[in-house]
C-alpha cells in the first residue's frame, strides 16, 4: 500500500558528466537546490552540502555516498533547518545516474520519512511548497483503501 | 486537518508492516469487524491481531467501539488521505526539482 520513499526520475538529453556537474557544483547546484545563499559543497563522504533555501531555510545536509558520475547519496534534515542530519532527524536522497541512448537517467529517491523522530510540538516544514502533481500510485492505492 | 510531523511518521511506520497493511485491507473489506474474526482471517493469533490494531489505532488508521466483551473496529480514512497528501506534496517537489534539474543541464 505505501512505502516509506518516493521515486522519480527524469531522462535528460546531456552527458552523464553534465548532470553529475549540475547535482555537485556550487554555482548549478545552487540554480535548482540552493536557491537562497551560494551552495557549499565538501565533495566526500562523511563531508557537508550546505544548502539554502532562502530567509532561515539552511540546510547542512550529510554526504553518505560519492561515486562519481553515478551516484550521490546524502542526509537531509528538510523538517529542521539549521540542523546538522543525523539517522534521526534527517531523509535519505539518493541520485543514481545512468548513461542511457538519449543522454542520462536521472533517477532520485528519498527515503526514511518514517524513522524521522519529530518532537510533539513542531510543524513538518518540509512540503510546505504546494503542487498539483501527485504520487499515482501510492494515492490510487490508499484511496481503494479509504474507499474500504 | 492540519498534518503534523507526527502524524505522517506515525501512519508511514504503522503502515510500513505487511501484515498491519493486510489488516487494513481486510478490514476495509469488512466494514467493521472484530479482532476474533480479523485473526480467523489472517494466518495470526488473536493477540498479535490486538496488538497491530493498537499500533493502528494509536496512528489514528483505526477506531474501535465497544460491542459486548469485543470491540469492533473499522477503518478511519482521514490520516491515509493526509499522509498521501503530504507524500504527495514531498513527491511533486522532487518533479519540479527534476525539471530544473534537466532544463540547467540541457541549456
Given at each position: 500500500?505505501?512505502?516509506?520513499?518516493?521515486?522519480?526520475?527524469?531522462?535528460?538529453?546531456?552527458?552523464?558528466?553534465?548532470?553529475?556537474?549540475?547535482?555537485?557544483?556550487?554555482?548549478?547546484?545552487?540554480?535548482?537546490?540552493?536557491?537562497?545563499?551560494?551552495?557549499?559543497?565538501?565533495?566526500?563522504?562523511?563531508?557537508?552540502?550546505r544548502?539554502?533555501?532562502?530567509?532561515?531555510?539552511?540546510?547542512?545536509?550529510?554526504?553518505?555516498?560519492?561515486?562519481?558520475?553515478?551516484?550521490?547519496?546524502?542526509?537531509?534534515?528538510?523538517?529542521?533547518?539549521?540542523?546538522?542530519?543525523?539517522?534521526?532527524?534527517?531523509?535519505?536522497?539518493?541520485?543514481?545516474?545512468?548513461?542511457?541512448?538519449?543522454?542520462?537517467?536521472?533517477?532520485v529517491?528519498?527515503?526514511?520519512?518514517?524513522?524521522?523522530?519529530?518532537?510533539?510540538?513542531?510543524?513538518?516544514?518540509?512540503?510546505?511548497?504546494?503542487h498539483?502533481?501527485?504520487?499515482?500510485?501510492?494515492?490510487?492505492?490508499m484511496?481503494?483503501?479509504?474507499?474500504? | 486537518?492540519?498534518?503534523?510531523?507526527?502524524?505522517?511518521?506515525?501512519?508511514?511506520?504503522?503502515?510500513?508492516?505487511?501484515?498491519?497493511?493486510?489488516?487494513?485491507?481486510?478490514?476495509?473489506?469488512?466494514?467493521?469487524?472484530?479482532?476474533?474474526?480479523?485473526?480467523?482471517?489472517?494466518p495470526?493469533?488473536?493477540?498479535?491481531?490486538?496488538?497491530?490494531?493498537?499500533?493502528?489505532?494509536?496512528?489514528?488508521?483505526?477506531?474501535?467501539?465497544?460491542?459486548?466483551?469485543?470491540?469492533?473496529?473499522?477503518?478511519?480514512?482521514?490520516?491515509?488521505?493526509?499522509?498521501a497528501?503530504?507524500?504527495?506534496?514531498?513527491?511533486?517537489?522532487?518533479?519540479?526539482?527534476?525539471?530544473?534539474?534537466?532544463?540547467?543541464?540541457?541549456s
Amino acid at each position: 500500500m505505501t512505502d516509506d520513499r518516493i521515486e522519480r526520475e527524469t531522462t535528460i538529453n546531456a552527458p552523464i558528466e553534465r548532470v553529475w556537474a549540475v547535482l555537485t557544483e556550487p554555482d548549478l547546484l545552487s540554480q535548482w537546490f540552493s536557491t537562497g545563499k551560494r551552495a557549499e559543497v565538501d565533495l566526500r563522504p562523511g563531508g557537508i552540502i550546505r544548502l539554502n533555501h532562502g530567509e532561515n531555510f539552511d540546510y547542512p545536509t550529510r554526504i553518505v555516498r560519492v561515486e562519481p558520475p553515478t551516484h550521490l547519496s546524502y542526509r537531509w534534515a528538510s523538517a529542521f533547518p539549521g540542523t546538522d542530519a543525523t539517522e534521526d532527524n534527517s531523509t535519505l536522497v539518493e541520485f543514481t545516474l545512468e548513461a542511457v541512448a538519449d543522454g542520462t537517467l536521472l533517477r532520485v529517491v528519498e527515503s526514511g520519512f518514517a524513522a524521522i523522530d519529530v518532537p510533539a510540538d513542531m510543524e513538518y516544514r518540509a512540503g510546505y511548497e504546494s503542487h498539483t502533481h501527485g504520487w499515482p500510485e501510492v494515492l490510487d492505492a490508499m484511496r481503494k483503501v479509504a474507499a474500504g | 486537518m492540519t498534518t503534523t510531523a507526527r502524524q505522517v511518521e506515525e501512519v508511514l511506520a504503522a503502515l510500513a508492516d505487511p501484515m498491519r497493511r493486510r489488516l487494513l485491507d481486510l478490514l476495509a473489506r469488512h466494514g467493521e469487524a472484530t479482532a476474533t474474526v480479523l485473526a480467523d482471517a489472517l494466518p495470526v493469533t488473536r493477540q498479535a491481531i490486538v496488538k497491530h490494531l493498537a499500533v493502528l489505532s494509536r496512528a489514528g488508521l483505526v477506531a474501535g467501539t465497544r460491542e459486548g466483551r469485543e470491540m469492533r473496529y473499522r477503518v478511519r480514512p482521514e490520516p491515509l488521505t493526509a499522509t498521501a497528501a503530504w507524500m504527495s506534496r514531498v513527491a511533486s517537489q522532487w518533479d519540479a526539482r527534476l525539471d530544473a534539474i534537466k532544463r540547467i543541464a540541457e541549456s
